[in-house]
């Protein structure tokens, strides 16, 4: 049930959290392998100087989700102007068209704000909401203080009527020194 799952996803992130806390680590789940599990020990010894290797580089670093989420009912408050004579669905796409401009707005801004206080910023956003927007972000081990530096530097547009939530630290998911596939080989 959708329940059971949110409450094990929030149990994840919170060890999660915790394990970034304690010190650097490899993100991995042995228990989404794909191969017989005689095989993962033998793959990750040999895996193991690359794994040494990213784990130095990049063990130190922490990834944290950055949101933002405004009040819809004053956005389209603040632009009834643009809807007045307008009923079913135009009303429907008119909203609609004013939630995304103001979530565009939003989005822009923040990437500008975080752009130079962050180590990388990634291209999906963390929600897709009517009335949010978000990015995840890769900053220091202990740089959380980078990103509400860089959140105080948000215009007005973008924070009026808005919350920040930072979700983190989790480890660095968008790097790794071993990757595996399997394809299944088509003849013919």
């Known amino acids: 049930d959708r329940a059971g799952l949110l409450a094990s996803l929030a149990a994840l992130q ?26 993962l020990p033998v793959l990750l010894a040999a895996a193991a100087p690359l794994l040494e290797e990213a784990l130095a580089s990049k063990g ?12 819809a009912e004053a956005v389209v408050a603040r632009h009834r102007h643009d809807l007045h004579g307008l009923t079913g669905a135009a009303m429907a796409r008119a909203i609609r068209a004013t939630l995304v401009t103001e979530r565009e707005m939003r989005a822009a801004a923040l990437r500008l704000a975080l752009r130079g206080a962050v180590l990388a910023i990634a291209e999906a956003a963390p929600v897709e909401e009517d009335a949010a927007t978000g990015l995840t972000v890769l900053v220091p081990a202990g740089g959380e203080t980078m990103i509400e530096t860089a959140l105080a530097t948000l215009p007005e547009a973008a924070t009026r009527d808005a919350t920040a939530d930072l979700r983190g630290p989790l480890p660095p998911l968008g790097f790794a020194a071993l990757r595996l596939a399997a394809a299944e080989m088509r003849l013919g």
């Open 14 to 39: 919170r060890r999660l959290e915790a394990a970034c806390l304690a010190g650097p680590f490899l993100p991995a789940d042995p228990g989404a392998a794909r191969l017989p599990a005689g095989e």
């Open 60 to 71: 130190a670093r922490h990834q944290w989700d950055v949101v933002i989420r405004w009040n």
